[in-house]
């Protein structure tokens, strides 16, 4: 005699297959350096890392050579943008359609060597249908690195 299986056990396994193919895989994201120090003038650093920062379109909301402040502000990043720039992830159903970005720049000088530190948080931008969430992810330090590759490179 055949046993017949509930349909309900039927559909959950379904379910769950179904559920468990749509998730996503974490990103693995490689320790790196927020800092360097080069033994350059401090004025040919600032120099540098303000043309950096023009070249590439990247906003500044303050800058304060004085103290060797920069601070960063991208609002309207484009998808493709926030993806290489961090580890954010939509969730099921949802898609990224852009994000943003905030951070500084710390320019200091110490008898002869100067020192340059990045500090940057992102964001992402997804929806789903309408409505747009608002979702912090970790650097995959793309800008980090890029920062100081201008300088020490």
């Known amino acids: ?3 017949n299986i509930p349909y309900s056990a039927i559909l959950t396994i379904t379910l769950v297959v179904f559920l468990a193919g749509c998730t996503t895989t974490q990103i693995a994201i490689e320790p790196f350096d ?5 033994e350059r003038d401090f004025d040919d650093v600032w120099t540098t890392l303000v043309r950096f920062m023009s070249t590439n379109d990247i906003s500044i909301s303050t800058i304060e050579k004085e103290s060797g402040l920069i601070s960063l502000r991208g609002e309207n990043l484009t998808k493709d943008l926030i993806q290489k720039l961090c580890d954010g992830q ?14 500084s720049i710390v320019v200091m000088d110490d008898d002869g060597f100067v020192t340059v530190n990045v500090n940057a948080r992102f964001t992402t931008s997804s929806t789903y249908n309408g409505p747009i969430v608002t979702n912090g992810c970790n650097s ?3 800008f980090e690195k890029s920062v100081l590759a201008s300088i020490s490179g």
Do not use: N
């Open 1 to 3: 005699m055949k046993k």
């Open 34 to 38: 927020k800092s360097v120090t080069v």
């Open 90 to 103: 939509a969730a099921f159903l949802w898609t990224i359609v852009g994000g943003g970005a905030s951070g």
């Open 140 to 142: 995959t330090g793309y």
